[in-house]
């Protein structure tokens, strides 16, 4: 059976409707309490709140009130709220856009996609508030503590190309990162190993026994003055591994300033320290662009400051 293509649902301050699937053998009396079944972490208090204020609908679009039976096999659209989101007080800066691309420049703290306790602070919201474009998707990531470039696809069709560059490793991505300055280390050097999730602690990386998997160039830009005994580095990553700068720099000795992952994990904050971003910039991207056949090439117009 063919699924009945998503309906042209408007964005809700910035945010698009996310779908899940009702199963065929469900039994459950009322849509609510699916929705209570499915996502119990919501809470049933704010499922009826949001179904009062019309943010659940049917695969056509339709308001769902809170009465409305189950519907086995059918799709429901509902839009996320976080009822108390922590505020980044940092802006992102559009620096391209044509009919194809938009490039942005994040800052520190900013999650690229909604997740856990953001929805409205993430770039891809503020950028859909700011735009217009309900289509707008990242057709890669960085990490939340990371500043610097992503680039999003505005047409739907064309994503799948874009992506593939990066699943095929053919963008050129240099970054830019502050460490301790260790005069004995050889650089330039290029670091290869396998990293994978620690058991233990499946927030960090670390590097195992086996197959290569991720491969980094580090180069010594400057040696930074001042009593810290800290460098500026270039990286130059042909992989891309979770963390795999973060885990490849802390290997070599190296770890970020900033860092609340390597080389100890440390417990997550109700409320970021944004006086310590980590210092780790997403500065250069280049590659040809598989629509047009352009060669593109975006950098950064941001620069870590330890001040």
Not at 110 to 137: F, I
Not at 213 to 218: I, P
């Amino acid at each position: 059976m063919s699924r009945a293509p998503k309906p042209p649902l408007p964005l809700r301050h910035g945010v698009s409707a996310s779908a899940v699937a009702m199963p065929s053998e469900g039994s459950w009396p009322l849509i609510l309490d699916f929705l209570d079944h499915r996502m119990p972490q919501v809470g049933r208090a704010i499922w009826l709140d949001r179904m009062a204020n019309g943010a659940v609908l049917d695969a056509q679009g339709q308001v769902l009130p809170s009465e409305s039976a189950y519907r086995p096999g059918e799709r429901l659209y509902y839009y996320r709220e976080m009822a108390q989101e922590p505020q980044i007080p940092f802006e992102e800066t559009i620096l391209f856009q044509d009919e194809t691309l938009l490039v942005a420049d994040k800052p520190h703290f900013l999650p690229v996609t909604p997740s856990g306790r953001y929805v409205q602070e993430t770039l891809l919201t503020r950028l859909k508030r700011r735009s217009g474009l309900a289509d707008l998707s990242p057709i890669h990531r960085i990490d939340r503590e990371t500043a610097g470039l992503v680039v999003f696809c505005i047409q739907p069709e064309q994503r799948g190309a874009y992506q593939a560059m990066f699943r095929d490793r053919v963008v050129d991505k240099v970054y830019e990162a502050i460490a301790p300055f260790k005069p004995e280390l050889a650089l330039p050097l290029t670091r290869r190993s396998r990293l994978q999730e620690r058991s233990e602690a499946f927030m960090q990386m670390e590097e195992v026994e086996g197959a290569c998997n991720a491969e980094t160039r580090v180069t010594l830009l400057e040696r930074l003055s001042g009593p810290a005994g800290l460098a500026r580095y270039a990286l130059y990553p042909s992989t891309g591994q979770k963390h795999q700068l973060r885990a490849h720099m802390n290997a070599l000795g190296l770890p970020l300033i900033g860092d609340r992952i390597y080389p100890d994990l440390l417990p997550v904050e109700q409320e970021p320290d944004f006086s310590r971003p980590l210092q780790l910039l997403a500065r250069e991207l280049s590659f040809v662009d598989p629509i047009s056949g352009q060669v593109r090439r975006f950098t950064s117009r941001l620069r870590l400051d330890l001040a």
